[in-house]
């Protein structure tokens, strides 16, 4: 794997290839790519609707950048996919809707004049974070469904700390911040905010807020929700709305805490996905670096156990590690086959003892074993004493302590899978996680069902090989967790293959619901799940979404038609009548 970003870099990963033809019963030929690992030629989509009177305009309104280049547009009309990924490396982006023209707003001064010159001309806005999401939120309506030109406003120039209050452990920071650039300048301060998404080097503050995302230390820090204290956003008549501080210095900001004077704003900008105005900034919490960050990975007989093992942990309370992942056996030998070659011919003959005497003395089983990997972080009072409840554990349940370097790499591998999901599809195979919250009562059930599911349908299509199906649990919970499903096909020889991917993900998101699943624990709805929304919703609770999006945005300003907006505007009233 090229580059330098990551722990797996500069590795050659010999054993990837023939992991993968075993498990899927396939054969990669490297030497001819399926898909080019980029476009050379210029994005082929239609031009802009807005002219160049309307361009004018629209720069006037701001101090920031504008841009009609159809990479620009390109970029800010898809998101992380794997039906985006493939579009786009195939070529097969043309039928698609784009924005019509690409905003870089660097105040607020900005995003109020461009909330007006949109109102006055009938234009839709869609607001563009990192660009991370994996839910079509940023796909544009078909012309069929939105008739207006579209404007995307990439918030990434609104990139600031306006303020740090570290005795009150809360700071006032631009929505468009990305989550690497917010870690680098807090831990500069000596802070954290402790919020690490997958996405966590390109996704945004704002972005976070509007899908209500979760990151992989709750276990310590809390979800998104638990962080913010308040949000500015922006309405479609350029009202500021929320209670964030406009000085820098912090010296008039309200009360960022707990209060009890009516219903807030907050929660319901959370999961709006940018289909009620635009966030600007946030009020978040912020704590001092940790004195210590340390990791462990742990062997475990099976899956079945590590479920066992994890939901123990769960039951830590306030001592719960920051971070807890547990993969399933298949994810497990993914891993192994990832971690390259040794550089000499001693670590080489090591490793090979380690593993003779892990199966030999331990009775470790190449079919069954899982590993979790652990993060912690604290004082060293506290990482001590989580470390020893986790020995405790690990002895309670069989597991193998496999230490810091294991535990250090089973973490990082999170940030590099979307990288391998890409290497895959070059060579003819398609990818993609998706997730769920589920209770502790129906996991075993829901996870085994799920994946029946996933087989049934790959073998009712014909489809070549086998189906290599993973799972990994990540966010624990009293009731419950966050479960990752991992599925990838060989897509060779088949027509029109992130269709029949689609199909296949839909019918699993279909079992997971019935199951007792959610729609979605962090990713949110988009327009990829909007199809859920009466299923999950009752059509009075519906109501009520409606009359919120009617009252912040009655012209539908903000035409994403994300989430429950997809019954807005005419929808809502069709749907009914069709139920």
């Not at 033809?21 to 802009?48: C, G």
């Not at 547009?73 to 690409?102: K, L, N, Q, Y």
């Not at 009075?540 to 009655?554: A, W, Y």
Request: charged share 25%.
């Amino acid at each position: 794997m090229k580059g330098g970003r990551y722990n797996i870099c500069g590795r050659h990963l010999k054993s990837l290839v023939s992991f993968l033809e075993s498990e899927m019963r396939i054969k990669l030929d490297l030497l001819r790519p399926t898909l080019p690992s980029h476009l050379n030629n210029p994005i082929d989509i239609p031009s802009s609707a807005l002219s160049s009177d309307d361009l004018l305009v629209l720069q006037k309104t701001m101090s920031g950048k504008l841009s009609t280049h159809s990479k620009d547009r390109c970029r800010h009309g898809t998101g992380h996919t794997v039906e985006d990924m493939f579009r786009i490396r195939s070529g097969a982006i043309r039928e698609m809707r784009f924005p019509d023209a690409v905003v870089w707003p660097e105040n607020e001064s900005d995003i109020i004049e461009i909330i007006k010159v949109a109102s006055e001309n009938n234009w839709c806005l869609i607001p563009f974070g990192g660009g991370t999401n994996v839910t079509h939120a940023t796909w544009c309506p078909s012309n069929a469904q939105e008739s207006r030109p579209i404007i995307s406003l990439d918030m990434k120039a609104m990139n600031e700390i306006l303020w740090v209050n570290g005795e009150d452990g809360v700071a006032h920071v631009q929505a468009g911040i990305t989550g690497r650039e917010l870690a680098c300048q807090l831990e500069q301060m000596g802070f954290t905010m402790g919020h690490e998404p997958d996405s966590f080097e390109f996704s945004t503050l704002g972005g976070w807020i509007a899908t209500k995302a979760s990151g992989m230390k709750r276990g310590k820090y809390g979800n998104i929700e638990d962080l913010v204290r308040d949000v500015r956003i922006v309405d479609s008549n350029g009202k500021i709305l929320g209670d964030s501080c406009e000085e820098n210095d912090g010296s008039s900001f309200e009360t960022y805490g707990r209060v009890s004077a009516g219903t807030d704003l907050t929660p319901i900008i959370l999961g709006s996905e940018g289909c009620l105005g635009i966030i600007t900034s946030a009020v978040i919490r912020v704590f001092p670096l940790p004195e210590v960050i340390e990791y462990e990975g742990i062997l475990l007989h099976s899956f079945d156990i590590g479920i066992s093992f994890v939901q123990e942990v769960s039951k830590m309370g306030n001592f719960k590690p920051s971070s807890v992942r547990l993969v399933d056996n298949a994810q497990f030998r993914l891993g192994q086959s990832l971690k390259g070659e040794e550089s000499s011919f001693l670590n080489r003959f090591a490793s090979h003892i380690m593993k003779t005497l892990i199966i030999s003395t331990f009775g470790f089983m190449k079919e069954s074993t899982v590993s979790v990997s652990i993060t912690f972080e604290g004082s060293s009072k506290e990482v001590l004493y989580q470390k020893q409840i986790i020995r405790t554990l690990s002895q309670k349940y069989g597991g193998f302590l496999m230490g810091e370097n294991v535990g250090r790499a089973g973490y990082d591998l999170t940030f590099a899978i979307a990288y391998l999901r890409d290497f895959a599809m070059t060579y003819g195979c398609l990818g993609e996680s998706f997730e769920t919250f589920v209770h502790w009562s129906r996991l075993r059930e829901l996870i085994s069902s799920t994946k029946d599911r996933i087989r049934v349908e790959h073998r009712s299509r014909c489809l070549p090989g086998e189906p290599l199906i993973s799972c990994r649990i990540t966010q624990l919970y009293d009731e419950g967790v966050c479960v990752y499903f991992y599925y990838l096909m060989s897509y060779e020889g088949i027509y029109s293959p992130t269709d029949i991917y689609v199909e296949i993900e839909n019918a699993a998101r279909e079992e997971i619901l019935s199951q007792g699943g959610s729609l979605s624990h962090h990713h949110g709805v988009g327009k990829i799940r909007g199809k859920w929304i009466e299923k999950i919703h009752s059509k009075d609770k519906r109501q009520i979404f409606k009359l919120i999006k009617d009252g912040m945005d009655p012209n539908n300003l903000f035409g994403a038609r994300n989430g429950s907006s997809f019954l807005y505007h005419g929808e809502y009233e069709d749907s009914e009548q069709n139920s």
